[in-house]
């Protein structure tokens, strides 16, 4: 593909210090549709960022989620297919029972490795290999979730210089994923779905 609005950069030449943000990444679990949903229909048509999702779903079934949220979106939303180009601008989710990486090559892949902290897909998986390819022009999103999925992640996208936003446990519908953020990135901002959403669209290069 031809380089969008976004330019791409090689693995050989990571992000420079104050880069702006070039990608968003998210994880989510129990309660996630409601968290979601005053998200990211809250992003505007012409939102440049790509934003990659990783929500818990039972593996034995298909997702009929990013469909759901394609109608609620004025960004495309998808699922995720293995070795896809990363277009500015789209929303992307994990399918069930995958893994979703980021390449090197600013391409999504798909991934039937063990489950890590009994998810597949992980969201430490995601949020790990998105730091080392965006670095500085990351950012990492924590929302409700039951268990610590996410929390590594999150320490790795804070350590190569991205911004780490997650939401208030005491907001959340289940507390166990964004106080395990918060004890692991205590630097880490806490925000309510609403300023989350504003931090999203604030972030997005003009």
Excluded: W
Excluded at 79 to 98: M, N, Q, R, S, T
Excluded at 195 to 202: M, P, S, T, V
């Amino acid at each position: 593909m031809t380089p969008g609005p976004l330019e791409k950069m090689t693995a050989e030449s990571p992000s420079p210090p104050g880069t702006a943000p070039r990608a968003v990444v998210i994880g989510v679990s129990a309660g996630g549709l409601k968290a979601l949903t005053a998200i990211l229909p809250a992003l505007p048509a012409d939102y440049p960022l790509p934003v990659m999702v990783v929500i818990h779903l039972p593996p034995d079934r298909d997702s009929v989620v990013a469909e759901l949220f394609d109608e609620k979106c004025a960004l495309a939303v998808r699922e995720a297919e293995d070795k896809e180009d990363i277009l500015p601008g789209h929303v992307y989710f994990a399918p069930p029972d995958y893994h979703l990486l980021i390449e090197p090559d600013y391409r999504l892949s798909l991934s039937s490795e063990e489950p890590v902290l009994f998810s597949r897909p992980s969201v430490d998986v995601l949020f790990e290999t998105a730091a080392d390819v965006y670095g500085e022009g990351l950012i990492g999103v924590i929302l409700t979730g039951a268990n610590p999925d996410g929390a590594a992640g999150l320490k790795a996208v804070m350590a190569a210089g991205g911004q780490a936003l997650v939401q208030r446990p005491d907001l959340s519908y289940a507390s166990a994923m964004p106080e395990a953020a918060l004890d692991m990135c205590p630097r880490a901002e806490s925000l309510s779905l609403e300023q989350i959403a504003e931090k999203l669209r604030e972030a997005a290069p003009s």
